[in-house]
């Protein structure tokens, strides 16, 4: 898909148009692909595995990246610091898995594993396990590491062969875009959707404080990320921010993001105080075999930490990663996603996704 028509069709998913209304018949099968689906879960003709622990579902209705990574991140360092044991199961995007799942725990590599689970290994020393079939997944890192009492679900909130004790969806400031469903709109499921999760975290750009939620209503609560000290991905050496746009402003400063959204961490940026020359926005989960940045002038290149799992092996001296943490707007969000988990030890009753 070309640049150009990327950014078409992603305005049409967002405002609407002409290519939204002639793409609208194939989303009339989606939603029967959707129903059907859920009904055969529902009514007992597909089954849904049941762990014999808890499971959370970070996932989202939107196509591509809102910023679930951040939030499995924060939940998993969340659980343990309540005393839980988290593990993580992911589909290992863009990685060719065979019938056995990989699993593995500290710094694993984003070839072998995908991006996002080496980045949140990386960030939490959670054991990981991939596989598209999250059932696997999970029954391979409960073998592998059985003191693991609670999985978190990278994604895979559509994926209902894996039943879950809490769903929490994770949303950006395109919301529900157009509010059609795929291909004329961005939804994977109707909007609806939102109204049968347990929590639904909106990604914001600053310190915004959302409206409670009424009554029957899922809990809401807003998140925006605040930039921390970066590292240069061949040295290792760290440098704020301001350290960096004061020593390279003259020689220029880029940005570049293979994310869902990259204009968002764009801005992330900017609010930091940075002045960037050159952004470069690449497409979500960009591999990095081969360098974006030959045509890059700058003297320093500021990346996501989700890339620089990726492209350190570029040896490109002018790279530097840039982690973001997540801030929310109720303290007590992760108090209230415990509370809803079974006691430990205690085997969850078995039923379907909700």
């Excluded at 989202?60 to 679930?68: D, R």
Aim: hydrophobic fraction near 40%; proline fraction near 9%; charged fraction near 20%.
């Amino acid at each position: 898909m070309s640049q150009a028509f990327r950014a078409v069709l992603q305005a049409q998913w967002q405002h609407g148009g002409w290519l939204s209304r002639l793409l609208s018949p194939l989303s009339f099968l989606t939603l029967l692909a959707v129903q059907a689906k859920r009904a055969a879960y529902r009514r007992g003709w597909r089954q849904s595995y049941r762990a014999p622990v808890p499971v959370i579902v970070v996932g989202n209705i939107y196509v591509g990246g809102t910023g679930k990574t951040p939030v499995v991140i924060a939940l998993v360092q969340a659980l343990r610091e309540r005393g839980w044991t988290p593990g993580v199961v992911s589909r290992g995007y863009g990685v060719k898995i065979g019938n056995h799942p990989r699993t593995g725990q500290g710094e694993l590599a984003a070839e072998r594993f995908g991006d996002e689970p080496a980045l949140i290994s990386h960030a939490t020393n959670a054991p990981i396990s991939i596989h598209p079939d999250r059932p696997r997944a999970v029954r391979t890192l409960l073998s592998a590491f059985p003191t693991v009492d609670v999985i978190v679900a990278d994604d895979g909130l559509q994926h209902l062969a894996l039943a879950r004790d809490v769903e929490i969806v994770v949303q950006d400031g395109r919301g529900t875009g157009n509010g059609r469903l795929l291909p004329a709109g961005p939804l994977r499921e109707p909007a609806t959707r939102l109204r049968q999760v347990h929590a639904v975290v909106t990604n914001v750009d600053g310190p915004v404080p959302i409206a409670p939620a009424p009554p029957g209503e899922p809990y809401r609560v807003s998140m925006w990320m605040e930039p921390g000290a970066a590292w240069n991905l061949r040295e290792g050496t760290l440098r704020t921010l301001w350290e960096l746009q004061a020593d390279y402003a003259s020689a220029g400063i880029a940005a570049a993001a293979g994310i869902g959204n990259p204009e968002r961490f764009f801005a992330t940026l900017r609010s930091a105080g940075v002045s960037l020359n050159t952004t470069v926005p690449l497409p979500d989960h960009y591999s990095y075999a081969k360098s974006p940045f030959a045509s890059v002038k700058t003297g320093l290149i500021l990346v996501t930490a989700k890339d620089a799992v990726k492209c350190s092996g570029l040896g490109d001296n002018r790279l530097w990663a840039v982690p973001v943490t997540p801030h929310f707007s109720d303290p007590a969000f992760f108090d209230r996603i415990v509370e809803r988990l079974p006691a430990r030890g205690a085997q969850a009753a078995p039923g379907s996704p909700g």
